[in-house]
């Protein structure tokens, strides 16, 4: 007896012939050398409604069934939508990113449409395994760990105003051209890169420092602001870092400056998760001696070319240049 359950054409021949002749199932299905179920299944599905069996239609119902199945089929089966998640998860983006965005670009277009677990167990599929697939997660094996912020020292720093007193505007995230900085450590070194990145449109900028000074810092933070149009730099809030001393440089740039409460890095959780961001290209332990200013501006262009959840799936550079396009 066969094992395969699909007919053939010449099958479904001698099925409707000997049909015609009156013969049963199980007559059928040993001439055909076939089970009784699979003849049986056969003309349920593939019969005529008043009960005769013609080959001719039969096949097409079952080539039709097909085509409809492949249709229907797991999205990441689709060749494009696949080609276009692993060029995303190779360039970064997260499977929620990738699945917002396909969301976003074919809104009309429900076969577009997957869930980002889709994308997850297609990553940790065994027959996907030797690919490695989860290696491009920004977490790697999707454990979400906390990072350990840099401890900030108890300094006087003139002219500081507290993050208490920011507006209501700049909190709530309403108004456009208030920004978050920090710098993130060098490991085995003095040198550093300063971070802004702004609060509406999570829009990131950096710049290195070959030491964690003050007058570094400032010079980084002009270099930063000087480049953004007035209604793009209204405001940054800092930590208490020995680097913000000179802060008050941004007073001329007409730019408000704000602290927030030490071992506080929570209250600049915009700026603390795009350092994280910059620290899955830049790991701890990484000389930033050994990183040019071209391949760091390269890594934030990505950033900021990634689609977030929080911006409706829109990218950063995207937000940020339709505020600026905006008349004030």
């Known amino acids: 007896m066969k094992n395969s359950s699909k007919l053939s054409f010449t099958e479904r021949e001698r099925i409707s012939i000997l049909k015609a002749k009156g013969y049963g199932v199980r007559r059928i299905a040993r001439a055909l050398d076939r089970s ?31 085509e409809e199945k492949y249709r229907q089929r797991p999205p990441l089966k689709n060749r494009k939508i696949l080609e276009y998640t692993l060029d995303k998860l190779r360039n970064g983006w997260s499977p929620e990113q ?26 940790y599929a065994k027959a996907n395994k030797a690919e490695r697939l989860w290696e491009f997660l920004p977490r790697k094996q999707g454990k979400r760990r906390k990072k350990d912020g840099r401890g900030v020292r108890r300094l006087h720093i ?16 309403t108004e456009f051209g208030h920004w978050e900085g920090d710098t993130v450590e ?29 007058m570094e810092g400032i010079a980084a933070q002009v270099s ?11 405001s940054t809030t800092l930590d208490n870092g020995c680097e913000n001393h000179l ?8 730019m408000r400056t704000y602290f ?60 940020y240049n339709s505020h600026i396009r905006c008349s004030d």
């Open 36 to 66: 009784p179920g699979t003849i049986s299944e056969e003309i349920k599905r593939n019969g005529l409604c008043c009960g005769e069996y013609k080959a001719v239609s039969a096949q097409w119902s079952a080539e039709n069934r097909k």
């Open 260 to 319: 927030a409460d030490p071992y506080s890095s929570w209250q600049r959780g915009t700026n603390e998760n795009h350092n994280g961001l910059l620290r899955r290209y830049l790991p701890k332990g990484t000389n930033f001696n050994e990183v040019s200013e071209t391949e760091l501006q390269d890594i934030v262009t990505e950033i900021n070319d990634r689609p977030k959840k929080i911006l409706g799936f829109k990218t950063s550079a995207e937000v």
């Open 98 to 123: 990738i699945a917002g965005r396909l969301k976003d670009e074919h809104p009309t277009d429900k076969t577009w449409h997957i869930h980002f677990e889709t994308i997850y167990r297609y990553i």
């Open 224 to 234: 930063i602001f000087r480049a953004q149009p007035a209604k793009a730099r209204k």
């Open 186 to 214: 060098s490991v085995g070194d003095k040198s550093g890169i300063h971070t802004e990145v702004e609060r509406m449109s999570r829009f990131l900028q950096a710049r290195k420092v070959s030491a964690i000074t003050s």
């Open 247 to 254: 802060h008050m440089v941004l007073h001329e740039h007409g």
């Open 158 to 173: 003139a002219q500081r105003v507290s993050i208490h007193a920011r507006p209501e505007a700049v909190n709530n995230r």
